[in-house]
């Protein structure tokens, strides 16, 4: 990658001013030009190579200026204060919270581990393009790491696949985290990959066909250009395959891995249109049908959900959706960011999207032992979701495995800490009741009544987690 190869694939999104950028290009070059990496290659080959990942997360001017630089305050002799003079705060900070994460040593040990994920948390909350910048550092080591040592390559993969893989799930950069997965299994196990990777391949050629006939089907029904669409094939990442076989036990031949296709369109109306087309060509599968377009995940993912089964009895799994939402689906809270400097499009409710994020990593500050810390990480991460309608039809998602305790805390800290019992479809349930998808609850409260030790194993959520802690700590019930 060139710089002008780079400022061409920036402009293609934005409009800013690339003075700074291509000044940074030219300082980073120089400051490592000393250095060489494990390939052989130019050290700065590196810094250019997450520049241009960051380019096409579409990232702004600063946050691709600092990609370029991001290794410069721990590897050169460049000192804080003169980085800083030279570019100014903004700039600064983002490559010094990317310093501050690579200072991190983490270690096997899972307490010490979880603390640094703590740390390293806390410590990009205040700006995600520090995490995003770091998330495109590592896949590009992931992506060159046949050059170290089988040791460190272990090392490296393990941090990836169980750290950096569920971060990125978490903000939503789907291929990233699928590329990071895919990548660290290679290294992990690397007779397992080989064996995987055949097959898939194969399965996925035979497919070609049905993916074909779908397409020709579709056409066949949205009678000349209506409804504007393109019809993509979505390859599943082999590491989500390798883990449904360990979790079913199975070969892979015997795992049932469905042909998965997406239908992106221009508009909101039209998915819908696109969705009744689907239905009427196809026979659906019943009860496959999810709406994330009204009722959106987490980390702010929207489509349409389907599974239809084909002539030949194959079941064929759908995602419509438009293409805003298609660049979410892969780019995440990335895809959102570079709006912030107001440019064209900016999203108005950026701040209130992204409000999940800071109410979580305030949880997380709450909680103080590793342990809790580390099984709240995964608990929150678990990307299946239930959604619960409150008594006056709001809808809650929650993670799987969620209480009436979790959604209680939901709705408000009062009507968690006097949370007796609920309704849930007008039944009587108990506190530690599993909520499933769908399920209409209502919180029987007592006034008077207080959060108890043991529902510290009953709330699966953090947020409830760190409410129920908070009120056994003001009233003298846990040390800590
Ligand atoms: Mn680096």
New binding site residues.
């Given amino acids: 990658m060139e710089l002008d190869e780079l400022l061409k694939k920036f402009h293609e999104y934005s409009t800013q001013d690339t003075t700074v950028l291509e000044y940074a290009w030219k300082y980073s070059k120089e400051a490592h030009n000393d250095q060489k990496r494990a390939s052989g290659e130019m050290y700065f080959v590196?810094c250019a190579a997450?520049a241009e990942i960051l380019v096409g997360y579409r990232m702004d001017q600063e946050t691709v200026a600092a990609g370029l630089m991001?290794?410069v305050l721990e590897d050169t002799k460049i000192t804080h204060d003169i980085f800083r003079k030279e570019f100014g705060e903004e700039i600064y900070a983002l490559v010094a919270g990317v310093t501050k994460i690579e200072a991190l040593k983490f270690s096997s040990r899972d307490e010490a581990q979880a603390e640094n994920w703590r740390k390293m948390i806390l410590a990009t909350a205040k700006d995600i393009r520090v995490i995003v910048i770091k998330l495109a550092?590592r896949l590009h080591?992931m992506r060159t790491l046949n050059f170290l040592p089988r040791e460190k390559q272990l090392e490296i993969s393990h941090e990836t696949i169980s750290l950096y893989a569920p971060l990125a799930q978490r903000l939503g950069i789907f291929q990233l985290k699928s590329e990071m997965e895919d990548l660290s299994f290679k290294f992990l196990f690397p007779d397992e990959y080989q064996s995987l990777s055949a097959k898939a391949q194969l399965r996925y050629a035979m497919r070609e066909k049905l993916l074909e006939d779908f397409r020709v089907e579709l056409e066949k029904h949205l009678d000349g250009g209506q409804v504007p669409h393109r019809v993509l094939s979505r390859a599943k990442n082999l590491y989500s395959i390798y883990r449904k076989m360990l979790r079913q036990e199975k070969p892979f031949e015997e795992i049932q891995d469905a042909l998965g296709i997406r239908v992106i369109t221009d508009s909101v109306i039209n998915c819908y249109a696109l969705l009744g087309t689907v239905h009427s060509v196809f026979k659906p599968v019943a009860g496959s049908f999810t709406d994330y377009i009204a009722v959106p995940k987490m980390n702010l993912y929207q489509s349409l959900h389907t599974s239809v089964m084909a002539a030949s009895g194959e079941i064929i799994e759908i995602q419509i959706r438009t293409e805003d939402m298609h660049r979410t689906s892969e780019y995440g809270i990335a895809a959102h960011w570079r709006y912030k400097m107001g440019e064209k499009g900016a999203d108005k409710h950026l701040d209130e999207k992204l409000n999940w994020l800071r109410q979580w990593i305030e949880w997380l500050q709450d909680l103080s032992s590793p342990r809790e810390f580390i099984e709240s990480f995964k608990t929150d991460l678990e990307l299946d979701q239930i959604f619960i309608f409150t008594p006056k039809g709001e809808v809650k998602p929650l993670p799987v495995g969620a209480t009436p305790i979790d959604f209680a805390y939901t709705i408000h800290t009062d009507i968690g800490n006097t949370c007796i019992g609920a309704k849930v479809n007008n039944k009587m349930a108990r506190i530690d009741h599993a909520l499933k998808s769908g399920d209409l609850c209502e919180i029987v409260t007592r006034r008077n009544s207080a959060p108890k030790k043991d529902w510290l194993s009953i709330a699966k959520t953090a947020g409830a987690r760190s409410h129920i802690r908070k009120y056994l700590r003001e009233h003298g019930q846990l040390q800590d």
Avoid: A, R
Wanted: avoid cysteine.
């Fill in positions: 590196h997450v991001h290794d550092d080591n």
